[in-house]
């Protein structure tokens, strides 16, 4: 019975009806030396009871778990910094690995945290918070002049924020790394440092995408043949040598070349090179001009898909923009407008749903501001496939008896966002908590009595 009720007792965990007594009867649980069901520490909005019984929890992976939380206060995990565990500290520095929405920022943790996680006896916590990618800008600023080169090294992340000060101390720094990290930070307009680090084997890769090249050193490099993607991508190669790149015999090296900025888009199209389906579109310079509507102009108009893809990342498209690449060929490019673009448009929305469907299109039907809710019941109740059927769910005018004959549909997704709804009428829902496909979305239903759920956590054995 307690394997059949799990599934159960997790949608309860994640039911946004819970009565705090009810969730704080979950948060003590054991769960067999588990915790309880994670669900319960990624609440938004924990009540400051559940948050004190969290902290003294004698499981070590609920602390753990909290500390992970992308929806706790960044004040609430802080609590955890103090923890006697190194693994919960750890997981407190380095923060939450995922987030529910991915266009979102996890708020970092208060300066005085990150200091006193930074002073931590355990090396595996200071290294955690020095790989964290949530630290704020201030905290970073801070760590230039800091004893441990790791630190220092860390403030590097924020080269073009630090004073000329700590540009000048940081590339005469007594360690090696730290010398090698700042001087690829600088190297961009230093023809002096880039020939330096490529006569550093482990600096060279980087020193060939960024370092300002002279011309002599850039046609040694062509010759030897070595890295020559990189070399491809470098902003100050001389115009001879990317013409000579752009035939190279690497598929690679051409498709480097064609993503040049300076090229017009007539040379671009002249490139033999080859994308590949599911390239994210990882332009440096678009990346880098993410707000800068010239260079998203360049990107949104080329004929280069990958140029496209990069572009449609941005959520500064303007309006113009937006509807050019909402019209785009392109999957990737339709997908990531409807990731990352609040506007974007119904239609794609619906295209980009239709196409991944699973967890990614449960997310963008919750997730996305502008995907749709009125009028899918009368749309897609009927309509041949369950990927468009669960979509009828979501309309504010289904009315409980659609709800009830979604809940028996053929698709189990469609069944299981009937589960969910709140209008499914009561004896349906009871019975939906008793099978084993529906029992957690049930679970999770807010009409659920408190009854049942205390009933639920009974047969899972949570103490009472």
Same mark, same amino acid.
């Given at each position: ?66 500390? =992970? ?7 609430? =995990? ?6 006697? #565990? ?15 929405? @991915? ?16 002073? /931590? ?10 790989? #964290? ?19 220092? =090294?860390? !403030?590097? =992340? ?84 990317? /013409?000579?790149? !752009? ?57 280069? @898909?990958?140029?496209?893809? !990069?572009?449609?990342?941005? @959520? ?67 309509? @041949? ?72 956590? /009974? ?6």
């Amino acid at each position: 019975m307690v394997a059949f009720y799990s599934s159960a007792l997790d949608g309860v965990a994640a039911n946004p009806a819970l009565p705090t007594h009810l969730l704080l009867r979950l948060i003590a649980f054991d769960g067999g030396g588990e915790g309880p069901p994670f669900q319960a520490l990624h609440r938004p909005g924990l009540p400051e009871q559940a948050v004190a019984a969290v902290l003294a929890h004698p499981v070590l992976n609920t602390r753990v778990q909290f500390a =992970r939380s992308g929806q706790a206060e960044p004040g609430q =995990r802080a609590r955890l910094a103090v923890d006697p #565990s190194p693994e919960v500290r750890a997981t407190v520095a380095y923060g939450p690995e995922w987030t529910h929405d @991915p266009r979102k920022k996890v708020r970092p943790l208060p300066d005085a945290v990150c200091a006193r996680l930074l002073a /931590d006896s355990e090396p595996s916590v200071r290294s955690a918070l020095l790989d #964290s990618p949530h630290l704020a800008p201030s905290f970073l600023v801070s760590l230039a002049r800091h004893p441990d080169p790791a630190a220092r =090294r860390a !403030a590097l =992340r924020l080269w073009d924020d630090l004073s000329a000060d700590a540009h000048t101390a940081l590339l005469g720094d007594p360690d090696p790394e730290v010398r090698r990290s700042a001087a690829l930070r600088a190297c961009t307009h230093d023809a002096r440092l880039t020939a330096a680090l490529l006569r550093d084997p482990t600096a060279l890769p980087v020193a060939l995408r960024r370092g300002l090249l002279r011309h002599a050193d850039a046609e040694r490099l062509l010759s030897e043949g070595v890295h020559l993607a990189e070399l491809a991508r470098n902003p100050s190669l001389p115009a001879d040598l990317v /013409d000579l790149l !752009a035939v190279d015999p690497d598929d690679g090296v051409r498709l480097a070349v064609s993503l040049r900025p300076e090229l017009t888009e007539a040379r671009r199209a002249a490139i033999d090179f080859t994308v590949a389906p599911h390239a994210r579109g990882d332009v440096d310079w678009v990346a880098a001009g993410i707000a800068d509507q010239d260079v998203l102009r360049r990107a949104a108009t080329s004929a280069h @898909p990958l140029l496209r893809r !990069a572009a449609a990342r941005s @959520p500064l498209l303007p309006p113009d923009l937006l509807r050019l690449l909402a019209e785009d060929t392109d999957d990737i490019v339709r997908t990531h407008l409807a990731v990352y673009h609040p506007d974007t448009p119904e239609h794609v929305l619906m295209s980009v749903y239709a196409r991944l469907g699973g967890t990614f299109s449960a997310w963008m039907t919750t997730g996305h501001p502008r995907f749709p809710r009125e009028g899918l019941a009368a749309r897609f109740a009927d309509h @041949p496939d369950g990927t468009y059927r669960q979509l009828a769910v979501r309309d504010p005018a289904a009315g409980p008896g659609l709800i009830e004959r979604l809940s028996h549909d053929p698709d189990t997704w469609t069944r299981q966002a009937a589960a969910a709804d709140p209008r499914l009428p009561l004896p349906r829902l009871l019975e939906a908590l008793t099978l084993p496909e529906l029992a957690r979305s049930a679970g999770a239903n807010p009409a659920l009595p408190p009854s049942e759920m205390a009933l639920v956590m /009974d047969e899972a054995g949570v103490p009472a």
